[in-house]
C-alpha cells in the first residue's frame, strides 16, 4: 500500500534542501567577526559593515535572515544584537565555535558541493577540487590549518565525550595519537595529577600544539613528540587514544595505524577509539550523518560494531567494551591479543 506524503513531510524535504542558505549565512558572519562587535550592545547593519569592511545594504540582508531564525535580535531601528545562540560565534568566549562555523563554510561546503562526483567515481570530492589530499592542504595552508585545530578543539567542547568519565585509575601513560593541539590530553592530564601523557602528532602542529600544552598548565606532564603514525607509534604507553581519528582513513589505512598501536602499547595495556559505531538499518545516528563528511573529506568512512570488530581483531586487538554516545562519536575500548 503507498504512503500518501503529508505536507510537513514536504515542509521538512524543503528545509532540508535549503540548509545551505543557512550554512554561509552564519559562515559570514562568523568569518567577518560580527558577534565580537556586538558585545557591548546592538549596532546598525551600517555601523557593524564599516568595523568589518562589508558591504551594510548585503549584511543587513545576511543579518535580517539570521534574526528570523533566532541568531541576531533585530529592533524596530534595525539595530542588530546578540542573542544565546550568536554568543557561541564570540572569538575569546570558552564555548566559542566560530572556527567550527568558519570551517564548515569553507572547505567543508565547498567539498560537500562535489559529493555527486563522489559518489559517481569514488574519488574523495576533497581531492577532486584541491587536487590533494586533506592533510597536505591543511599542511601547506596554514590559516585553514589552524582553523581546522582550533575547531576540533571546539567540537571537543560540545560533544559528549565518554572519555570524560573514563576510569584511568593504574594507569601510567597516556598516548594521544594524532591529538591536534592537545585538547584531548590536557582535559585527561587536568582529571588525573598522577598520570603522564605523550601529544604525538605531525611537525606542521608542533608549534601550536607546544603553546597550547603550556598554556593549558600540562606541558610538565606530557611529552610532545612529532612523526607520522603510519612509520611508527611512541612505545610504552599503557593507555593509547586515537579520538576521531580511524574514521578518517578507510580501513587499508585503519589497519596500518592499529598495527602500529599494537606494537607500541603493553601488553596489559588499553586501546581507546573515539568514534562513531553506528547502529544498522535505518534506525537514525548523527554518526551517518558525519559518515558523509568522511567520505566527500577524506575518503575515510564511520563503522557499524561488526566492522570494528574485524578491523581489530585483523590488527591483533580484541573489542572489549562499547559506549553508546547521544553524539556522534561512541567509545570503542580494545585490549592487545
Known amino acids: ?33 560580527v558577534a565580537d562587535y556586538l558585545q557591548d550592545g546592538p549596532k546598525t547593519a551600517e555601523d557593524i559593515a564599516r568595523q568589518v569592511v562589508a558591504h551594510p545594504p548585503a549584511l543587513f540582508r545576511v543579518l535580517r535572515a ?77 590559516e585553514a590549518g589552524a582553523t581546522f585545530n582550533a575547531a576540533m578543539g571546539q567540537t571537543l567542547q560540545r560533544t559528549e565525550n565518554p572519555l570524560d568519565g573514563y576510569d584511568f585509575a593504574g594507569r601510567h ?71 576521531r581519528v580511524l574514521h578518517a582513513w578507510p580501513d587499508d589505512k585503519a589497519a596500518v595505524l592499529l598495527a602500529n598501536c599494537r606494537r607500541a602499547i603493553t601488553k596489559d595495556g588499553v586501546l581507546l577509539i573515539r568514534d562513531s559505531v553506528l547502529p544498522e538499518g535505518d534506525a537514525p545516528s548523527p554518526g551517518k550523518q558525519l559518515d558523509l563528511t568522511m567520505l566527500f573529506m577524506v575518503g575515510g568512512q564511520e563503522r557499524s560494531e561488526p566492522e570494528w570488530r574485524s578491523l581489530l581483531l585483523g590488527s591483533g586487538f580484541r573489542v572489549a567494551n562499547i559506549s553508546q554516545t547521544r553524539s556522534p562519536l561512541d567509545l570503542v575500548e580494545a585490549k592487545p591479543i
Open 66 to 142: 539570521l534574526a528570523a531564525l533566532g541568531f541576531f535580535t533585530q529592533d524596530a531601528s534595525n539595530r542588530f544584537g546578540l542573542t544565546t545562540k550568536s554568543r557561541f560565534l564570540l572569538s575569546g568566549s570558552p564555548t566559542s565555535l566560530r572556527a567550527f562555523v568558519i570551517m564548515t563554510g569553507e572547505e567543508l561546503y565547498r567539498a560537500a558541493g562535489e559529493l555527486l562526483h563522489t559518489v559517481r567515481t569514488g574519488e574523495t570530492a576533497f581531492n577532486h577540487l584541491y587536487g590533494m589530499g586533506t592533510w597536505e592542504y591543511l599542511s601547506r595552508n596554514l
Open 173 to 243: 601513560v597516556v598516548v594521544d595519537v594524532g591529538g591536534g593541539r592537545g585538547d584531548q590530553i590536557v582535559r585527561i592530564l587536568r582529571s588525573n595529577p598522577r598520570t603522564t601523557g605523550i601529544l604525538y602528532e605531525l611537525p606542521q602542529v608542533a608549534s601550536d600544539a607546544r603553546t597550547y600544552l603550556k598554556a593549558s598548565g600540562v606541558a610538565d606532564r606530557c611529552e610532545l613528540v612529532t612523526g607520522s603514525a603510519f612509520e611508527s607509534i611512541p612505545s610504552g604507553g599503557d593507555v593509547y587514544i586515537l579520538s
Open 1 to 33: 500500500m503507498s504512503q500518501v506524503p503529508a505536507e510537513s513531510d514536504m515542509e521538512q524535504l524543503v528545509q532540508a534542501a535549503s540548509g545551505y542558505r543557512t550554512t554561509q549565512a552564519l559562515y559570514v558572519a562568523a568569518k567577518l567577526g
